[in-house]
């Protein structure tokens, strides 16, 4: 009888958890991540989790400073996502239902969160983790678990130019560019925005750029 709890305990335990896959960013790109939920035993209607993130990562934030991060629309009921800087690279995510309502399906992207690599982040692997994961089920019963790390890879080059980061220098940048002065848009790459090298970005950056893409 005892080996079977421990082995059940051992199989939530490898069952429940959330994922992330490796993140890889260039100084001054912010990117979408994605953090799936890992259980086919069970549905939950809540959660609350730690994110540590190391030195020069950041959450990204909005054009109103608030912090960027969604749940996915297809797991969502009526949830109600919060997100708080507890403090230096420590973020709160929590999560819960007026109706208590359960997420639609148990395996798959779970929160997206934009990270953000400082424009002097060193290069090299870097460690995040999600620490202090609760997650509550409908009837109220909690569910902690271990804490999870995954790898943000902080690239050595900036493209210059490549504002939607896609590895290319092209029209596509020329259109996100402008787009992102007259407040159209973001940008995926804000810090290959600085085109002219000056420290805004301005309609002198778009010119600069048109120039860039010519001479290619």
């Given at each position: 009888m005892i080996l079977a709890v421990l082995l059940a305990m051992a199989g939530r335990t490898l069952a429940d958890n959330l994922t992330v896959e490796v993140v890889t960013l260039k100084p001054g790109e912010t990117k979408q991540?994605?953090?799936?939920?890992e259980n086919p035993q069970k549905a939950y209607a809540a959660f609350q989790f730690d994110l540590l993130l190391p030195e020069g990562i950041s959450m990204a934030k909005n054009e109103?400073?608030?912090?960027?991060?969604?749940?996915?629309?297809?797991?969502?009921?009526?949830?109600?996502l919060n997100v708080?800087?507890?403090?230096?690279?420590?973020?709160r995510l929590m999560t819960f239902s007026m109706s208590n309502a359960d997420f639609y399906g148990t395996t798959g992207p779970l929160v997206y969160v934009?990270?953000?690599a400082d424009a002097a982040a060193e290069p090299g692997n870097k460690t995040a983790t999600i620490v202090q994961q609760v997650f509550t089920e409908s009837s109220g019963e909690q569910n902690k678990w271990n804490d999870v790390s995954f790898t943000i890879t902080v690239s050595s080059a900036l493209l210059v130019g490549?504002?939607?980061?896609?590895g290319v220098?092209?029209?596509?940048?020329?259109t996100a560019l402008a787009n992102y002065?007259?407040?159209?848009?973001?940008?995926?790459?804000?810090a290959?925005?600085?085109?002219?090298?000056?420290?805004?970005?301005?309609?002198?950056?778009v010119a600069a750029l048109i120039k860039l893409v010519g001479e290619q």
């Open positions: 991540v994605a953090i799936s939920l109103k400073g608030k912090l960027t991060a969604s749940l996915d629309e297809d797991r969502r009921d009526d949830h109600t708080s800087e507890k403090s230096s690279g420590v973020y934009t990270l953000q490549d504002v939607t980061g896609n220098v092209d029209g596509d940048d020329v002065i007259v407040g159209k848009g973001t940008l995926a790459n804000e290959a925005a600085y085109v002219n090298g000056d420290e805004k970005i301005d309609i002198a950056d």
